[in-house]
């Protein structure tokens, strides 16, 4: 079965920074562009950050304050966000994409093998 299970995510305050990891089972990373996406109650998923084999994307509202990186060897996907704000409050997904332009459009209807998320709530 393909899956990822996230990880780190907590309450911090507003200027704070967490790093989120996400581990996948059943599939190489390497073989995917690889993304972190969030869903805030009511809202639709969105893109945060991606990952290709050469190339990464970020959303607008996190550029300069998120950080996406992977381990092939580890199999691992990590988040690094720094300078939290509240509207970053969110539940966050890992998500994986074998198709062509994923990375360009971060669309969540490209990806899948979503695990179960991690909390992450900012308080001003």
Do not use: H
């Not at 607008?60 to 990590?78: A, C, E, P, Q």
């Amino acid at each position: 079965q393909v899956q990822f299970v996230e990880s780190g995510g907590g309450l911090v305050q507003a200027g704070g920074s967490l790093t989120l990891s996400c581990a996948a089972a059943g599939l190489a990373l390497a073989d995917y562009t690889i993304g972190w996406f969030r869903q805030a109650p009511g809202k639709e998923r969105e893109g945060v950050a991606c990952i290709s084999e050469d190339a990464t994307n970020y959303a607008d509202s996190v550029k300069g304050r998120f950080t996406i990186s992977r381990d092939n060897v580890k199999n691992t996907l990590n988040l690094q966000m720094n300078d939290l704000k509240s509207e970053d409050t969110a539940i966050y997904y890992c998500g994986a994409s074998a198709r062509m332009n994923s990375i360009r459009y971060m669309r969540a209807s490209d990806f899948g093998a979503w695990g179960q998320g991690t909390q992450v709530t900012v308080s001003s």
